[in-house]
């Protein structure tokens, strides 16, 4: 549940972007309330108090790396409750506000995961976040306690004991009981190495734990509340902040929702695998559907696997060949498993959609045994084609990964991202009792969430109670309600395949005076992919102000429409009424329709 950061050329966007609500205070470190009447904070408990209160605020002895960038490294209580025992160490890099006259402090990112680095989001920071952020905050980003440059948890004694253990995960998600047989056991092996190998820092990796040292850096940097950005699982660790520490929120913006009562899971949630709680899948399947169902409205000019019939049909009938026997493509076998895996991985983006298309009519072709020459002929070159924009998207993500700071490896390399993953998800909540329950409860997931069912319900088998055994004393389960010293701004689009949009909807329930903003973007996470959202958050975090209640953004980019950044000024409000009726027949707020002046003008 990473954000993929995606660099996006700005400019004339299809968005709504409301005037915001509320007037920033005349000190614009403290965000305003966006027109809601002040309410008293809650305040942080003292059991949290003092166990972060009792830390000494450390002396981040910053040198300059990497160009233009700042890091340090700190240790921190690897056990609040013995603040003087244990220690792990945290990595930390900011960049510096550009504008140190109209510096307002700094702003803590994080780009998911679990897992993902906040170190490597707050380098790239300048490659999407807003000018007027970047002049006025330095961003700061770590990476959270047994990830990335911290020191890093390992639940295997080497990379060879890994890798032995991690054979039967060799597969997208199993189907069939050799597959999930062997699945279930190298999961079983990751759990128990966690819970034994990897046990010290897997058992202090919660959510919570991240929240803490967070509170401890927001001193360390010498701001008095925390200004927050968090994508995805970081949308998680916002919330878990606010709740833990209510009175020291100055400004904390999340995109990407995970509930944070799914996540964790109750007593009588708890015999559920966590995407039943959070339908990941079901969010999935929704994106997937509309890009067909807009496949099969635009029509083969457009859309080229309309060419064979109603495009949602035939991807039933494709996966069902699929499962049959694999394609050969080029020489390369095409599994069921590869082409859900491979249509999640294309929704993470807002232009998936090209490549879903394109992937789905070499697939089609190559299960039709009466494909002419011709047809073989257009899919060869198409292939092709594709194959050059993959590897043209691979470089770039290899490129940032370099920019970012990736370190060469030293003999042979651990990589620790799946036992990381696990330390966290596993750690903070509920999970059923036996990884054997996995198949009869991942199909049963697949029959309420077509397709994706399994793809996310198997990514948490290793959590399972027979084999993960290690627990955080102090993981946070709740409350979730808390009010905060200024109020949260939680951003939700519908067709994210990762953060179902309900999750946003859900959340902004939970925190009061929390603002919800829609967006029918699409990809994973919503800033950066309409000009509205990024302009909305960009405006929350310099100067308080919430967008008004109700707003729902327009993404910039459309699935199969000409022209997608200028979309609504084309069609003008008329036929934008018909765009924004979609998403209520899917049961999601409708679009907004005005379309700003100068979007109509083209000078935006």
């Not at 609040?80 to 700094?106: C, H, M």
């Not at 034994?196 to 058992?203: E, F, H, R, Y």
């Not at 339908?279 to 859309?303: M, N, P, T, Y």
């Amino acid at each position: 549940m990473r954000l993929r950061i995606r660099i996006l050329a700005a400019g004339a966007a299809a968005a709504l972007v409301p005037a915001l609500a509320g007037t920033a205070l005349a000190d614009p470190g403290t965000p305003g309330a966006g027109g809601r009447a002040a309410l008293a904070a809650d305040t942080t408990s003292p059991a949290e108090k003092k166990r972060v209160d009792s830390v000494p605020t450390p002396k981040l002895g910053w040198y300059p790396c990497y160009g233009s960038a700042e890091c340090a490294t700190v240790r921190v209580p690897l056990d609040y409750d013995a603040p003087k025992g244990a220690t792990t160490e945290i990595a930390v890099l900011r960049l510096k506000a550009r504008d140190a006259k109209k510096r307002i402090g700094s702003l803590f990112v994080n780009p998911g995961g679990p897992g993902g680095q906040g170190t490597a989001m707050a380098f790239q920071a300048d490659g999407f976040l807003a000018p007027d952020v970047l002049d006025r905050f330095d961003i700061v980003g770590f990476d959270p306690r047994g990830i990335g440059f911290s020191d890093n948890v390992a639940c295997f004694k080497s990379a060879k004991d890994q890798t032995l253990a991690l054979a039967g995960l060799g597969v997208a998600f199993p189907i069939g009981a050799k597959q999930e047989a062997a699945f279930i056991k190298s999961a079983k092996a990751l759990g128990n190495g966690c819970s034994t190998t990897g046990k010290k820092l897997a058992g202090a990796m919660s959510t919570a734990e991240v929240a803490r040292d967070m509170e401890v850096l927001r001193r360390a940097v010498g701001d008095k509340k925390l200004t927050y950005l968090g994508f995805s699982y970081g949308s998680a660790l916002g919330q878990y902040y606010a709740n833990l520490f209510p009175d020291r929120v100055r400004a904390v913006a999340v995109d990407g929702i995970l509930n944070p009562v799914s996540w964790a899971g109750t007593k009588k949630t708890g015999n559920q695998i966590v995407d039943d709680r959070l339908r990941s899948a079901d969010g999935a399947w929704r994106a997937l559907k509309e890009i067909l169902v807009r496949c099969g409205e635009a029509g083969k000019a457009a859309c080229t696997f309309a060419e064979f019939g109603d495009p949602v049909k035939n991807f039933g009938v494709l996966a069902e060949r699929l499962k049959a026997k694999p394609a050969d493509l080029d020489g390369d076998k095409v599994t069921y498993a590869d082409l859900v895996s491979g249509a999640l991985g294309e929704l993470y983006y807002p232009d998936g959609y090209i490549y879903i298309n394109t992937a789905l009519t070499q697939l089609w072709q190559a299960t039709t045994p009466t494909t002419t020459a011709a047809q073989a002929a257009k899919a060869a070159t198409a292939r092709k084609a594709l194959a050059a924009r993959i590897a043209e998207r691979r470089a770039k993500v290899r490129q940032r990964q370099d920019a970012a700071g990736k370190m060469l490896a030293k003999g042979f390399p651990y990589e620790n991202g799946l036992d990381a993953f696990s330390s966290v998800v596993c750690t903070d909540g509920r999970h059923p009792k036996k990884a054997g329950d996995w198949p009869a409860l991942t199909a049963a997931s697949d029959k309420r969430a077509p397709y994706f069912g399994r793809a996310w319900g198997w990514g948490s088998v290793q959590c399972a109670g027979d084999s993960w055994k290690v627990r955080d004393e102090d993981a946070y389960t709740g409350p979730f309600n808390r009010r905060t010293t200024a109020p949260v701004l939680i951003v939700g689009n519908y067709y994210d395949p990762a953060t179902n949009y309900d999750d946003a909807v859900s959340s902004s329930k939970l925190l009061p005076g929390s603002r919800l903003l829609s967006s029918n973007s699409w990809g994973h996470t919503a800033y950066g992919s309409s000009a509205c959202v990024t302009d909305a958050v960009s405006g929350y975090l310099t100067g308080g102000a919430l967008p008004p209640a109700g707003t729902v953004c327009i993404g910039d980019i459309q699935p199969f429409a000409p022209q997608p950044d200028r979309a609504l000024a084309t069609r003008g409000p008329a036929d934008a009424g018909a765009m924004a009726a979609r998403p209520a027949a899917a049961g999601l707020p409708p679009v907004a329709t005005r379309v700003p002046t100068s979007i109509l003008l083209g000078t935006r």
